[in-house]
Nanobody, 124 residues
Framework: QVQLVESGGGLVQAGGSLRLSCAAS????????IGWFRRPPGKEREFVGI????????RNADSVKGRFTISRDNAKNTVYLQMNSLKPEDTATYYC?????????????????WGQGTQVTVSA
């Protein structure tokens, strides 16, 4: 069992930055791939990015490429989502999710554990 807790959300003006954290507990953290997802108001949950377990390689959705960066600190059991140049359309509840080993695709159903989410609101 892995427990995930997101933090760092808030209200920010367009063009601003936020850093979200995803703190994990319960199991050895390094083998887990961690994905970030978001649910905009009235929409489905969508993939934001992923970071691999051991080598730290990342991949982001096209909508956030060049603006969002994912990193991890396995010693702290924490993954970060640095969000720069935020836009109003980035407004959403952001979730981190964990999968032991590489997920087979970007769908939420491919992940085993989820945090409770943190709200990010970007004002125009």
């Amino acid at each position: 069992q892995v427990q995930l807790v997101e933090s760092g959300g808030g209200l920010v003006q367009a063009g601003g930055s936020l850093r979200l954290s995803c703190a994990a507990s319960g199991r050895t953290f390094s083998p887990y791939f961690i994905g970030w997802f978001r649910r905009p108001p009235g929409k489905e949950r969508e993939f934001v990015g992923i970071i691999s377990g051991r080598d730290g390689s990342t991949r982001n959705a096209d909508s956030v490429k060049g603006r969002f960066t994912i990193s991890r600190d396995n010693a702290k059991n924490t993954v970060y989502l640095q969000m720069n140049s935020l836009k109003p359309e980035d407004t959403a509840t952001y979730y981190c999710a964990a999968k032991y080993g590489r997920p087979d695709g970007d769908r939420p159903a491919n992940y085993d554990y989820w945090g409770q989410g943190t709200q990010v609101t970007v004002s125009a």
